[in-house]
C-alpha cells in the first residue's frame, strides 16, 4: 500500500512538473539563454546586461513559474518579475541608467569641440534609415521608431522609447541593440577602413583646449535648458543625464555622485536585464518579425556608423586635415567602446594616434544625440 501511494505520489509530481509542459518554444528559447549567457560569460559579450537578459529569458520560458504572470483578480498576486518589469514599463529603469551614465561621463571633450555634435548629429542616420525600412516592411510607424533607435546604439534609450511606443517588441529590440553594442569592434572596422583612407586614419589630432570648471557645471544646465524646453518628451533621459553629470562636476555631492555611480546603477541594470529578459518568451518571441527586427537593427547599427564617419571626413576636409576621420565611428553612443574602437585603428594606422579623449567628444555628444532623437520619435508618434 505505501509503494502504490509512493508511486502515485512520484506520478503526480511527475505529471505537475514543468517537464511535462514543455513545448518546443520554450525548448528553443531555453537554448538560446543559454547561447547568450555563453556569449556574456565566455565572450564577454556586454556580460553586465546581457547576463541578466539572458538568465531573465531562462526563468521565463520554463513552463507553469508564472513568474510574470499578471495579477489574475482582486487579491491575486502577480509573478515577481512582473512586479519588477512595471520599472520598465512606467520608464524608470532606463531613466535611472542615464542618472549613473551621467555620473561616469566626462563632458569635457565635447565642451572643448563642441563642433562634436555634428558628428553625433550624422551619427543618428541611421534611425531614419531602419526607420523608412521598417515602414516598407508594414510595421506601424510606433513600431518603426522603435526599430530605427536601434541605430542609436543606446540600450536604456531603445528600452525607453520601445516601452512607450511598442512594448511587445521590447525583447527583439532590446537584445538585438545591446547585442550590437557588444559586437562593436567587430561591425565597425571594416566599414572605418572601407570610408577612409590609409593617409587620413594617420592623421594626428592635436590635443583640445583644457575646458574649465565653471564650463563643466554650467554645461548640464544648459543642455538640460535647451533640450528640455524644446523637446518636453525627453526630460526623464536628459534630465537625468544631466542631474548625474551635474552630481560629479558640483564637487559637492561625492556621496551622491559614487551612490550613482556603483550600487544605484548596478541594482538598476540587474531589474532592467533580467525583467527585459523575462518578456522574450517563445509564443511571442519566436517570429519572423523578430528576424527582421535583428536584421534592420543591424543596417540600423551600420549606417549610423557610416553618417558619423561621412560627417567626420567632411570636417577633416574642411579643416584641412586636422580632425581625423575615424573618430566619426565614435559618435553612436555606446560609450565608452566606441571610442576605443576609434583608438585602436587609429594607432594601427599610425602607433603616435592617440585618439581615445578625441573620439570621446564625438561618443558622448551620440548619447545626447540619440535621447533627442528618441525625444522627437516619441512627440511624433506617442499616444
Same mark, same amino acid.
Given at each position: 500500500?505505501?509503494?502504490?501511494?509512493?508511486? =502515485?505520489?512520484? +506520478?503526480?509530481?511527475?505529471?505537475?512538473?514543468?517537464?511535462?509542459?514543455? =513545448?518546443?518554444?520554450?525548448?528553443?528559447?531555453?537554448?538560446?539563454?543559454?547561447?547568450?549567457?555563453?556569449?556574456?560569460?565566455? %565572450?564577454?559579450?556586454?556580460?553586465? +546586461?546581457?547576463?541578466?537578459?539572458?538568465?531573465?529569458?531562462?526563468?521565463?520560458?520554463?513552463?507553469?513559474?508564472?513568474?510574470? =504572470?499578471?495579477?489574475?483578480?482582486?487579491? /491575486?498576486?502577480?509573478?515577481? &518579475?512582473?512586479?519588477?518589469?512595471?520599472?520598465? %514599463?512606467?520608464?524608470?529603469?532606463?531613466? +535611472?541608467?542615464?542618472?549613473?551614465?551621467?555620473?561616469?561621463?566626462?563632458?569635457?571633450?565635447?565642451?572643448?569641440?563642441?563642433?562634436?555634435? !555634428?558628428? $553625433?548629429?550624422?551619427?543618428?542616420?541611421? !534611425? #531614419?534609415?531602419?526607420?523608412?525600412?521598417?515602414?516598407?516592411?508594414?510595421?506601424?510607424? $510606433?513600431?518603426?521608431? @522603435?526599430?530605427?533607435?536601434?541605430?542609436?546604439?543606446?540600450?536604456?534609450?531603445?528600452?525607453?522609447?520601445?516601452?512607450? &511606443? *511598442?512594448? =511587445? +517588441?521590447?525583447?527583439?529590440?532590446?537584445?538585438?541593440?545591446?547585442?550590437?553594442? *557588444?559586437?562593436?569592434?567587430?561591425?565597425?572596422?571594416?566599414?572605418?577602413?572601407?570610408?577612409?583612407?590609409?593617409?587620413?586614419?594617420?592623421?594626428?589630432?592635436? /590635443?583640445?583646449?583644457?575646458?574649465?570648471? &565653471?564650463?563643466?557645471?554650467?554645461?548640464?544646465?544648459?543642455?538640460?535648458?535647451?533640450?528640455?524646453?524644446?523637446?518636453?518628451?525627453? #526630460?526623464?533621459?536628459?534630465?537625468? &543625464?544631466?542631474?548625474?553629470?551635474?552630481?560629479?562636476?558640483?564637487?559637492?555631492?561625492?556621496?551622491?555622485?559614487?551612490?550613482?555611480?556603483?550600487?544605484?546603477?548596478?541594482?538598476?541594470?540587474?531589474?532592467?536585464?533580467?525583467?527585459?529578459?523575462?518578456?522574450?518568451?517563445? $509564443?511571442?518571441?519566436?517570429?519572423?518579425?523578430?528576424?527582421? !527586427?535583428?536584421?534592420?537593427?543591424?543596417?540600423?547599427?551600420?549606417?549610423?556608423?557610416?553618417?558619423?564617419?561621412?560627417?567626420? %571626413?567632411?570636417?577633416?576636409?574642411?579643416?584641412?586635415?586636422?580632425?581625423?576621420?575615424?573618430?566619426? @565611428?565614435?559618435?553612436?553612443?555606446?560609450?565608452?567602446? #566606441?571610442?576605443?574602437?576609434?583608438?585602436?585603428?587609429?594607432?594601427?594606422?599610425?602607433?603616435?594616434?592617440?585618439?581615445?579623449?578625441?573620439?570621446?567628444?564625438?561618443?558622448?555628444?551620440?548619447?545626447?544625440?540619440?535621447?533627442?532623437?528618441? $525625444? !522627437?520619435?516619441?512627440?511624433?508618434?506617442?499616444?
Amino acid at each position: 500500500m505505501a509503494i502504490v501511494m509512493l508511486t =502515485d505520489a512520484l +506520478l503526480k509530481l511527475w505529471q505537475e512538473s514543468g517537464y511535462m509542459a514543455l =513545448d518546443w518554444w520554450s525548448l528553443v528559447m531555453i537554448v538560446l539563454a543559454c547561447v547568450l549567457i555563453y556569449l556574456a560569460i565566455a %565572450k564577454k559579450f556586454e556580460p553586465l +546586461l546581457l547576463l541578466p537578459i539572458a538568465f531573465g529569458m531562462l526563468l521565463a520560458n520554463f513552463p507553469l513559474t508564472g513568474i510574470m =504572470d499578471e495579477p489574475s483578480g482582486a487579491g /491575486q498576486a502577480g509573478g515577481l &518579475l512582473y512586479y519588477l518589469y512595471q520599472g520598465v %514599463k512606467l520608464g524608470i529603469y532606463p531613466s +535611472l541608467i542615464f542618472l549613473g551614465i551621467g555620473a561616469m561621463t566626462d563632458f569635457g571633450p565635447l565642451i572643448a569641440r563642441p563642433s562634436n555634435l !555634428i558628428i $553625433g548629429a550624422g551619427a543618428q542616420f541611421g !534611425i #531614419a534609415v531602419a526607420f523608412i525600412m521598417a515602414i516598407a516592411l508594414g510595421f506601424l510607424p $510606433g513600431e518603426a521608431a @522603435s526599430i530605427g533607435i536601434i541605430g542609436g546604439a543606446d540600450g536604456p534609450t531603445a528600452i525607453y522609447l520601445t516601452s512607450k &511606443l *511598442a512594448p =511587445d +517588441l521590447l525583447a527583439p529590440i532590446s537584445i538585438a541593440a545591446y547585442s550590437y553594442m *557588444a559586437l562593436i569592434p567587430m561591425i565597425q572596422p571594416p566599414l572605418m577602413k572601407l570610408l577612409t583612407t590609409k593617409k587620413e586614419r594617420e592623421i594626428v589630432m592635436k /590635443q583640445s583646449r583644457k575646458v574649465s570648471k &565653471l564650463e563643466k557645471i554650467c554645461f548640464p544646465i544648459i543642455v538640460s535648458m535647451v533640450s528640455i524646453l524644446l523637446l518636453p518628451s525627453v #526630460a526623464p533621459l536628459i534630465g537625468m &543625464l544631466m542631474l548625474g553629470n551635474l552630481f560629479r562636476e558640483s564637487g559637492v555631492a561625492e556621496r551622491l555622485t559614487d551612490t550613482v555611480q556603483n550600487a544605484l546603477i548596478n541594482i538598476v541594470t540587474i531589474f532592467l536585464g533580467v525583467t527585459v529578459g523575462a518578456t522574450a518568451k517563445g $509564443g511571442t518571441f519566436l517570429k519572423l518579425g523578430t528576424i527582421e !527586427i535583428i536584421l534592420l537593427g543591424l543596417l540600423a547599427f551600420m549606417f549610423s556608423t557610416v553618417g558619423g564617419l561621412l560627417i567626420a %571626413k567632411i570636417m577633416s576636409f574642411l579643416t584641412g586635415g586636422k580632425i581625423n576621420p575615424l573618430i566619426g @565611428s565614435a559618435g553612436v553612443s555606446a560609450v565608452p567602446m #566606441a571610442a576605443r574602437v576609434s583608438q585602436i585603428e587609429g594607432q594601427k594606422a599610425n602607433p603616435r594616434n592617440y585618439l581615445l579623449m578625441h573620439a570621446m567628444g564625438p561618443n558622448v555628444a551620440g548619447v545626447i544625440g540619440s535621447a533627442v532623437a528618441a $525625444g !522627437i520619435l516619441l512627440s511624433l508618434f506617442g499616444r
